[in-house]
Protein backbone atom coordinates (compact mmCIF):
# COMPACT_ATOMS: atom_id res chain seq x y z
CA UNK A 1 0.00 0.00 0.00
CA UNK A 2 1.24 3.42 -1.12
CA UNK A 3 1.58 6.41 0.91
CA UNK A 4 -0.47 9.28 -0.43
CA UNK A 5 2.22 11.44 0.74
CA UNK A 6 6.20 11.44 0.32
CA UNK A 7 7.84 10.87 4.15
CA UNK A 8 9.28 14.29 5.60
CA UNK A 9 12.95 14.74 4.52
CA UNK A 10 15.17 16.47 7.15
CA UNK A 11 17.57 16.95 4.89
CA UNK A 12 17.58 19.56 1.69
CA UNK A 13 18.73 18.13 -1.61
CA UNK A 14 21.53 20.50 -1.16
CA UNK A 15 22.67 19.31 1.96
CA UNK A 16 21.86 15.45 1.42
CA UNK A 17 25.19 13.65 1.50
CA UNK A 18 25.24 9.35 0.89
CA UNK A 19 28.31 7.68 3.27
CA UNK A 20 29.51 4.38 2.92
CA UNK A 21 26.96 1.44 2.30
CA UNK A 22 24.18 4.64 1.71
CA UNK A 23 25.83 4.88 -2.02
CA UNK A 24 24.57 3.23 -4.72
CA UNK A 25 26.86 3.39 -8.03
CA UNK A 26 28.52 -0.01 -8.56
CA UNK A 27 31.63 2.46 -9.38
CA UNK A 28 33.16 5.13 -8.15
CA UNK A 29 36.08 7.81 -8.57
CA UNK A 30 38.02 7.40 -5.15
CA UNK A 31 39.85 11.10 -3.80
CA UNK A 32 42.30 10.23 -1.19
CA UNK A 33 42.38 12.43 2.28
CA UNK A 34 45.51 14.10 0.67
CA UNK A 35 43.26 15.46 -2.84
CA UNK A 36 45.25 13.18 -4.81
CA UNK A 37 43.17 11.11 -7.29
CA UNK A 38 43.25 6.89 -6.50
CA UNK A 39 41.04 6.12 -9.68
CA UNK A 40 38.18 4.44 -10.64
CA UNK A 41 37.33 1.35 -7.96
CA UNK A 42 34.57 -0.50 -7.45
CA UNK A 43 32.23 0.36 -4.63
CA UNK A 44 32.82 -2.62 -2.43
CA UNK A 45 37.01 -1.97 -3.56
CA UNK A 46 36.30 1.95 -2.24
CA UNK A 47 34.51 0.40 0.98
CA UNK A 48 37.38 -1.99 2.48
CA UNK A 49 39.91 0.91 1.21
CA UNK A 50 37.76 3.36 3.80
CA UNK A 51 37.94 0.85 6.28
CA UNK A 52 41.36 0.11 5.97
CA UNK A 53 42.05 3.71 6.22
CA UNK A 54 39.51 4.04 9.16
CA UNK A 55 37.73 7.05 7.14
CA UNK A 56 34.34 6.93 5.93
CA UNK A 57 33.88 7.15 2.01
CA UNK A 58 31.74 10.23 1.17
CA UNK A 59 29.97 11.06 -1.78
CA UNK A 60 31.20 14.69 -3.17
CA UNK A 61 29.85 14.29 -6.36
CA UNK A 62 26.76 11.94 -7.31
CA UNK A 63 25.60 13.90 -10.57
CA UNK A 64 29.45 12.72 -11.96
CA UNK A 65 30.10 9.48 -14.12
CA UNK A 66 31.26 7.54 -12.12
CA UNK A 67 30.58 9.13 -9.09
CA UNK A 68 33.26 11.17 -7.19
CA UNK A 69 33.67 9.87 -4.00
CA UNK A 70 36.23 11.50 -0.83
CA UNK A 71 38.10 9.45 1.96
CA UNK A 72 38.06 11.53 4.96
CA UNK A 73 36.27 11.40 8.42
CA UNK A 74 32.45 12.40 7.62
CA UNK A 75 32.46 15.08 11.10
CA UNK A 76 35.16 16.78 9.37
CA UNK A 77 33.94 16.74 6.26
CA UNK A 78 30.79 17.90 7.88
CA UNK A 79 33.01 20.57 9.91
CA UNK A 80 34.64 21.88 6.22
CA UNK A 81 30.98 21.97 4.84
CA UNK A 82 29.83 24.55 7.23
CA UNK A 83 32.82 26.76 6.96
CA UNK A 84 32.02 26.71 2.94
CA UNK A 85 28.51 27.79 3.70
CA UNK A 86 29.54 30.47 6.48
CA UNK A 87 31.87 31.92 3.46
CA UNK A 88 29.19 31.91 1.04
CA UNK A 89 26.80 33.61 3.07
CA UNK A 90 29.15 36.35 3.86
CA UNK A 91 29.26 37.15 0.45
CA UNK A 92 25.85 36.83 -0.31
CA UNK A 93 25.46 39.51 2.74
CA UNK A 94 27.89 41.66 1.19
CA UNK A 95 26.45 42.14 -2.16
CA UNK A 96 22.99 43.00 -0.74
CA UNK A 97 22.22 46.59 -0.85
CA UNK A 98 19.79 48.28 2.22
CA UNK A 99 18.23 51.70 2.14
CA UNK A 100 17.93 54.37 4.37
CA UNK A 101 15.32 57.17 3.55
CA UNK A 102 16.34 60.83 5.44
CA UNK A 103 14.57 64.52 5.22
CA UNK A 104 16.00 67.49 5.78
CA UNK A 105 13.81 68.47 8.66
CA UNK A 106 14.12 64.52 10.27
CA UNK A 107 13.56 64.70 14.01
CA UNK A 108 16.54 63.49 16.12
CA UNK A 109 14.63 60.72 17.58
CA UNK A 110 13.97 59.33 13.96
CA UNK A 111 17.50 59.91 12.74
CA UNK A 112 18.33 57.76 15.87
CA UNK A 113 16.40 55.07 14.56
CA UNK A 114 17.64 55.37 10.77
CA UNK A 115 21.30 54.71 12.43
CA UNK A 116 20.93 52.55 14.49
CA UNK A 117 19.51 50.67 11.54
CA UNK A 118 22.13 50.91 9.04
CA UNK A 119 24.46 49.97 11.96
CA UNK A 120 22.65 46.81 12.19
CA UNK A 121 23.07 46.07 8.16
CA UNK A 122 26.45 47.40 8.32
CA UNK A 123 27.69 44.58 10.77
CA UNK A 124 25.79 42.04 8.84
CA UNK A 125 27.98 42.95 6.32
CA UNK A 126 25.56 44.66 4.21
CA UNK A 127 25.74 47.78 2.15
CA UNK A 128 23.77 50.74 2.88
CA UNK A 129 22.21 53.58 0.53
CA UNK A 130 21.56 56.52 2.05
CA UNK A 131 18.85 58.62 0.27
CA UNK A 132 17.44 62.10 1.47
CA UNK A 133 14.64 63.79 -0.56
CA UNK A 134 13.95 67.26 -0.11
CA UNK A 135 10.04 68.47 -0.71
CA UNK A 136 9.26 71.67 -1.89
CA UNK A 137 10.92 74.62 -0.90
CA UNK A 138 13.29 72.69 0.52
CA UNK A 139 15.63 72.59 -3.03
CA UNK A 140 15.99 76.21 -2.43
CA UNK A 141 18.15 75.34 1.41
CA UNK A 142 20.28 72.08 0.15
CA UNK A 143 22.89 73.29 2.66
CA UNK A 144 20.42 71.96 5.47
CA UNK A 145 19.88 68.36 4.27
CA UNK A 146 23.62 67.93 2.95
CA UNK A 147 24.86 68.82 7.54
CA UNK A 148 21.75 65.92 8.13
CA UNK A 149 23.97 63.46 5.64
CA UNK A 150 27.53 64.85 7.33
CA UNK A 151 25.55 64.13 10.96
CA UNK A 152 24.49 60.61 9.93
CA UNK A 153 27.94 59.76 8.28
CA UNK A 154 29.85 60.68 11.68
CA UNK A 155 27.42 58.82 13.82
CA UNK A 156 28.27 55.52 11.84
CA UNK A 157 31.68 56.24 11.03
CA UNK A 158 32.89 53.41 13.20
CA UNK A 159 31.14 51.11 10.94
CA UNK A 160 31.41 51.94 7.51
CA UNK A 161 32.79 54.70 5.28
CA UNK A 162 31.33 56.29 1.71
CA UNK A 163 32.39 54.72 -1.28
CA UNK A 164 31.83 58.77 -2.40
CA UNK A 165 31.38 61.90 -1.08
CA UNK A 166 27.48 62.99 -0.97
CA UNK A 167 26.01 64.61 -4.09
CA UNK A 168 22.85 65.85 -5.06
CA UNK A 169 20.69 63.79 -7.72
CA UNK A 170 17.68 65.92 -9.07
CA UNK A 171 15.64 66.39 -5.96
CA UNK A 172 17.70 64.25 -3.28
CA UNK A 173 21.10 63.89 -1.92
CA UNK A 174 22.58 60.06 -2.33
CA UNK A 175 25.67 58.20 -1.14
CA UNK A 176 26.33 54.97 -0.85
CA UNK A 177 28.63 53.36 2.42
CA UNK A 178 30.47 50.05 2.65
CA UNK A 179 31.49 48.20 6.15
CA UNK A 180 34.58 48.20 7.40
CA UNK A 181 36.71 44.86 7.57
CA UNK A 182 35.35 42.63 10.58
CA UNK A 183 38.85 43.87 12.59
CA UNK A 184 38.39 47.60 12.06
CA UNK A 185 34.85 47.87 12.77
CA UNK A 186 33.37 48.16 15.83
CA UNK A 187 30.78 45.89 17.73
CA UNK A 188 27.42 46.71 17.68
CA UNK A 189 26.16 48.80 20.62
CA UNK A 190 23.38 46.35 20.88
CA UNK A 191 25.20 43.44 21.30
CA UNK A 192 27.76 44.64 23.53
CA UNK A 193 25.03 46.49 26.02
CA UNK A 194 22.07 44.92 25.14
CA UNK A 195 20.53 48.38 24.02
CA UNK A 196 17.22 48.09 22.48
CA UNK A 197 15.09 51.33 20.71
CA UNK A 198 17.31 54.08 19.09
CA UNK A 199 20.81 55.07 19.06
CA UNK A 200 21.15 58.43 20.59
CA UNK A 201 23.20 61.01 17.99
CA UNK A 202 24.34 64.80 18.35
CA UNK A 203 21.33 66.94 17.26
CA UNK A 204 21.29 68.24 13.55
CA UNK A 205 20.12 71.72 14.69
CA UNK A 206 23.50 71.91 16.17
CA UNK A 207 25.51 71.92 13.26
CA UNK A 208 22.91 73.63 10.50
CA UNK A 209 24.49 76.86 9.49
CA UNK A 210 21.75 79.54 10.69
CA UNK A 211 20.00 81.71 8.10
CA UNK A 212 20.78 85.51 8.62
CA UNK A 213 18.31 87.06 10.03
CA UNK A 214 16.86 89.90 7.69
CA UNK A 215 17.72 93.47 7.79
CA UNK A 216 15.85 95.77 9.79
CA UNK A 217 14.14 98.44 6.95
CA UNK A 218 15.62 101.86 7.38
CA UNK A 219 14.34 104.45 9.68
CA UNK A 220 13.89 108.06 8.80
CA UNK A 221 15.28 110.56 11.27
CA UNK A 222 13.33 113.33 12.56
CA UNK A 223 14.91 117.11 13.05
CA UNK A 224 14.79 117.39 16.73
CA UNK A 225 15.59 121.15 15.96
CA UNK A 226 11.78 122.50 15.30
CA UNK A 227 10.91 124.32 17.82
CA UNK A 228 7.64 123.17 18.89
CA UNK A 229 5.10 125.78 20.69
CA UNK A 230 4.26 125.88 24.12
CA UNK A 231 1.42 124.13 25.50
CA UNK A 232 -1.83 126.70 26.71
CA UNK A 233 -1.68 127.30 30.35
CA UNK A 234 -5.05 126.26 30.62
CA UNK A 235 -7.10 123.81 28.62
CA UNK A 236 -10.03 126.74 28.01
CA UNK A 237 -8.16 129.59 27.54
CA UNK A 238 -10.84 132.83 27.32
CA UNK A 239 -7.94 134.98 25.79
CA UNK A 240 -7.13 132.94 23.57
CA UNK A 241 -8.87 134.29 20.21
CA UNK A 242 -7.80 138.69 21.89
CA UNK A 243 -5.12 140.17 19.62
CA UNK A 244 -2.89 141.47 21.89
CA UNK A 245 -0.20 144.23 20.21
CA UNK A 246 3.09 143.25 21.97
CA UNK A 247 6.57 145.35 21.17
CA UNK A 248 6.59 148.12 18.21
CA UNK A 249 3.49 147.57 17.75
CA UNK A 250 1.97 148.39 20.92
CA UNK A 251 4.25 151.66 20.48
CA UNK A 252 2.52 152.75 17.13
CA UNK A 253 -1.17 152.55 18.33
CA UNK A 254 -0.11 154.55 21.23
Do not use: W
Not at 27 to 54: C, F, P, T, Y
Not at 141 to 167: C, M, N, R, W
Not at 190 to 205: F, M
Amino acid sequence: MSRPFSPRSFYSPGSFVRINGKIRAREVRVIGGDGKQIGVLSLNEALALARANGVDLVEISANATPPVCRLVDYGKFRYEQAKKDKESRKHHHASQVKEVQLSARIDPHDLGVKVGHAIDFLCEDMKVKVVLKFRGREMAHTEFGFQVVKTFLEAIASYGQPDFEPKLVGRGITVMISPLPRNKRARNPRETDGAVGPIKVPLPEENQPVAPAPAPPPTRLRNTNVAKPPPPAFGHNPFAKLDIPVGEEAAEQS
